[in-house]
């Protein structure tokens, strides 16, 4: 009689083990989804007693019975407690290079209503670039990359935008979905074949998401970028890398040059380059701790420095780099941010004022560690 009590209560203590697992699994599922009331996103009628709520965004109704478009539900200022990333805001945004800022990990787009030159053109923001065509644009680049951009202007999702299905011309349609199915990703390889599962609604990208949106920032606490160095090759590199991300419409500025592979010397900077490779000159010393030691926690060479961010071959988090072939590959955001800055070209740093500012505030020093 001992013996089968003492099974029976064996099996209830792993009924609710494993009961307990399947709440945090689904609980994690859960949380990383878009939540709140369904009328802080949505409408039924785009009406209140006959009236518009100045709370909702003028110009509606709008498509899957929203409130607002893209820019309108993404405006605020980020305080670490919102559940939303703003990425556009109506004054200017705190921005310390290597310090505290309210900025998220692609900037912010409130510096492109000053300055055509600090950020992209995002429609509902501001007018249309200037420019006929993304620089460095290439027809057709790799399997997402655009046949044409005549007369367009660059959306936030879509077939001219960066988000959602590029297959879908209308922003709403092309990220229909993925705000209610997102996964947040914490494997930097996992499948990234739905708009939901890939990294920032960015489809077929890979990588590990800063819960935060890198609005608190450390050596271990930062977005995960995938990318793979692919250096001697004509045609696009791993199509799941952020860098082929930023190609598909900036083709020729990814890692391609005017030739086959890379010129010697470098006609352009290099993107998909793996700093291992030169790992014996002044690129093995990043983040140059002479320079910025302190800023973000940096301390010794090899620590990640997360305003000079590199990327790996496993999307992972990492807080070391230049440990392993693989895990310290240069970005198109290793210098740029994806939305705007208050500099030049959307750098993350304001290079065109060096020199004549401190050292510490020019992140080309984190890896040309003796260009100073």
């Known amino acids: 009689m001992r013996e089968t009590e003492e099974w029976k209560f064996f099996n209830i203590k792993v009924w609710i083990v494993l009961f307990l697992i399947s709440f945090l699994l689904i609980y994690k599922q859960a949380c990383s989804k878009v939540s709140g009331l369904c009328s802080d996103c949505h409408t039924m009628h785009y009406s209140q007693g006959g009236q518009i709520l100045t709370t909702w965004k003028t110009g509606g109704p709008f498509k899957a019975l929203l409130i607002g478009d893209c820019v309108f539900c993404h405006t605020g200022t980020n305080n670490g407690m919102n559940k939303t990333p703003y990425i556009y805001s109506n004054s200017e945004p705190i921005y310390n290079f290597g310090g505290k800022r309210n900025t998220l990990a692609g900037g912010n787009f409130y510096w492109i209503t000053l300055n055509d030159n600090y950020g992209h053109n995002v429609a509902g923001i501001v007018n249309p670039d200037t420019l006929s ?11 997402k990359g655009r046949s044409s951009w005549s007369g367009q202007q660059i959306t936030c999702a879509g077939t001219y935008g960066c988000h959602g299905d590029p297959v879908k011309s209308d922003p709403v349609e092309a990220i229909l979905g993925a705000h209610h199915n997102n996964i947040t990703r914490d494997n930097g390889t996992a499948s990234a074949d739905t708009i939901a599962k890939s ?13 935060d949106w890198e609005y ?39 890692y391609e040059t005017e030739s086959n592979n890379y010129a010697s010397p470098w006609l352009r900077h290099p993107t998909d380059y793996d700093m291992n490779n030169v790992k014996s000159k002044e690129y093995g010393n990043y983040p140059n701790i002479s320079v910025f030691s302190g800023k973000l926690g940096v301390s010794a060479t090899g620590d990640y420095f997360t305003d000079v961010p590199v990327g790996n071959t496993q999307g992972a988090v990492l807080s070391k780099v230049l440990q392993s072939n693989g895990d310290a590959i240069v970005l198109c955001i290793s210098c740029h941010r994806a939305h705007a800055t208050p500099y030049d070209d959307i750098l993350r740093w304001n290079y065109r004022g060096w020199p004549g500012i401190p050292d510490n505030q020019n992140g080309c020093l984190a890896c040309h560690t003796t260009k100073y």
């Open 133 to 143: 065509k993304p620089p460095g644009f290439k027809e057709n680049y790799g399997s």
């Open 216 to 254: 608190t920032l450390s050596t271990s606490d930062h977005n995960g970028y995938y990318a793979v160095d692919a250096d001697s090759d004509s045609n696009p590199g791993d199509e799941a890398s952020i860098n082929y991300l930023c190609g598909e419409c900036h083709g020729k500025f990814h």
């Open 199 to 211: 990294y920032r609604f960015l489809l077929g990208i890979k990588g590990t998401e800063d819960n």
